[in-house]
């Protein structure tokens, strides 16, 4: 049996994702110089859409997608910006929280939030100071064996005075 990776994009997943994915339009009344048909294809959306989530599951780098399975990075990045500007993913988000609420239900009456926004103010006690301060500072200590700059002349005038 072949295993299912976390950013395998199953058949009933695309069927709710393919209808929010915008398609290519042509400009209406717009004349393009090069002949209908030439250049690349356009990649498959749902290609696409596997390689965007599997960038999301893994963290790893756009450039860093392998090509051999997924494409050119730089063409999966532009269509992830296009369908991020088109909300693609905040229609999607909003969609998978109703089906969940109508699963599972959601408490919307009761909502909690946990964060920390300030320095926690005994962790300097606690820790102690930071191992890699261990040296004076550049500024503060001379480099060994130079010395100080001090220019002969205060100031130079590049021309005479008038």
Known sequence: MATIRSWTVSDALWEKVEPLIPT???????TYRR????????????????????VLRTGCQWKALPTAHFGSASAIHKYFLVWKRQKVFVTLWRKGLA?????????WAWQ????????APLALETVGPNPTDRGKKRHEAQPPRRREWNPAVPGRERRPAA
Do not use: H, N, T, W
Request: glycine share 14%; aromatic share 6%.
């Open 99 to 107: 089906e969940y609420d109508e699963l599972e239900g959601i408490a």
């Open 24 to 30: 290519r339009k042509r400009k209406k009344g717009v």
């Open 112 to 119: 909690s939030i946990d964060g920390a926004m300030v320095k």
């Open 35 to 54: 002949r209908p048909g030439g250049g690349r294809k356009p990649m498959e959306p749902r290609q696409v859409f596997e390689a965007i989530i599997f």
